[in-house]
């Protein structure tokens, strides 16, 4: 096959394999008038029963950038509407194998993306690990007993999700058996710092007043925790992969919340942790980290050591790059809010941001989940233009 060199700043596109629908040729043959002056080397797309995302994250030469989409599985698709009449309460449908099953499948089954994510929360694992909680419709999670305290803490148990969430494990297996080598299964987890966030403040916050004053004036009580959640998202994650799930999202979503000096102290240190006692046990499990708004932090997130670093929108995807090396891989990162402009701007910008990403570890996503009300048809002309790239 004949692939195009590449400079790090360019990316072209060779003919597709097969007749694209319209919008998307459109999009192909855009893209590829900027073949011109580009030097034609040969190149080999290694034979592997691999999934195109796996690939792509090694490194291997793919022919375009495997897809799949954060909260994929939601309320934007009306099959999940239609579930949740039946089942209205959110944990009873992220706590039951056949509902997990069914609803992570639904996007499968529509969109065939990439990535097939196991449906569930980061919170999930509170309840095994002594921390009531619940998600109320409304008003999301909502922590029943926060710990302000030492003595609150030392209460605190070790997950063992082979106990606690045995439908995880059953799912992920399932959702393995199902989708085969076709997509990536992708479990994921939540960071300690953002996990320590929701249950010291008692649920979502504006202002993180309580885990920062915690943090300034008892940091070893927060430590404590942290290093809890750290322990015990190391077992969760080689349950997930002992399960089926082929790669791991970790989420801090509310570590940008933190100055850099201060994410080196409380976020970096497990991060790194957990990355270096999953890949003694699973070396080549990939694991990706998102952290909403981490634009000032980007430098430090590949200090983690993680294989992938997912972009929110608010990052130039070509400065990304730049910002992080070409050694790590990137996911990402078109704006959620793209979903509800029309077709054609769909087009302009996934074609943008796979310019700036190149043609090298690569992930096509967005910059955060889908939004509630976004278009169910334009999230398929998202993956009907992303499946017609090719490089």
């Not at 291997?60 to 950038?65: F, I, Q, T």
């Not at 954060?70 to 959110?90: D, H, I, N, V, W």
């Not at 608010?314 to 793209?338: C, F, K, S, Y």
């Amino acid at each position: 096959m004949s692939i195009l060199q590449l400079s790090s700043s360019s990316l072209s596109f060779l003919s597709p394999r097969k007749p694209l629908p319209s919008s998307s040729s459109k999009s192909s043959r855009s893209i590829r008038s900027s073949l011109e002056g580009t030097t034609v080397t040969e190149r080999k797309v290694s034979a592997t029963t691999e999934p195109l995302l796996l690939r792509a994250v090694k490194g291997e030469v793919v022919d375009r950038p495997p897809v799949w989409l954060m909260r994929q599985a939601g309320r934007y698709m009306k099959s999940y509407q239609t579930l949740c009449e039946k089942y209205p309460s959110f944990r009873d449908r992220s706590e039951n194998a056949d509902l997990v099953v069914e609803i992570s499948l639904q996007p499968w089954k529509v969109f065939k993306p990439d990535g097939v994510i196991l449906f569930s929360d980061i919170l999930t694992p509170l309840s095994g690990m002594n921390i009531p909680f619940d998600i109320v419709k409304g008003k999301g999670p909502i922590i029943f007993n926060p710990p302000q305290s030492a003595a609150d803490v030392s209460q605190v148990r070790e997950f063992i999700p082979e106990e606690s969430v045995p439908y995880v494990g059953e799912a992920l297996k399932r959702l393995r058996n199902e989708v085969g080598n076709e997509a990536a299964v992708l479990g994921f987890v939540g960071a300690p710092f953002t996990l320590s966030s929701y249950v010291i403040e008692g649920g979502s916050s504006k202002n993180f007043t309580q885990i920062k004053r915690l943090a300034f004036s008892q940091p070893k009580v927060l430590h404590a925790l942290l290093q809890k959640f750290t322990t015990s998202m190391i077992t969760y994650i080689r349950y997930q992969a002992d399960s089926g799930a082929q790669a791991v999202q970790i989420f801090d979503s509310w570590v940008t919340e933190l100055s850099p000096v201060d994410f080196e102290e409380f976020s970096l240190p497990y991060l790194k942790q957990i990355v270096e006692a999953v890949k003694q046990t699973h070396p080549n499990l990939p694991l990706i980290l998102y952290a909403s708004g981490s634009g000032g932090l980007l430098e430090r997130l590949a200090r983690t050591g993680v294989d992938v670093v997912s972009l929110d929108w608010t990052v130039d995807m070509a400065e990304g790059r730049d910002r992080l090396g070409r050694d790590i891989a990137v996911q990402g990162n078109v704006d959620p809010g793209v979903l509800f402009g029309s077709k054609e701007f769909i087009t302009s910008r996934i074609e943008d941001t796979v310019k700036k990403a190149g043609r090298d570890k690569h992930i096509l996503n967005l910059g955060h989940g889908i939004k509630v009300g976004t278009p169910e048809e334009n999230v398929a002309h998202f993956f009907e233009v992303a499946q017609g790239i090719r490089y």
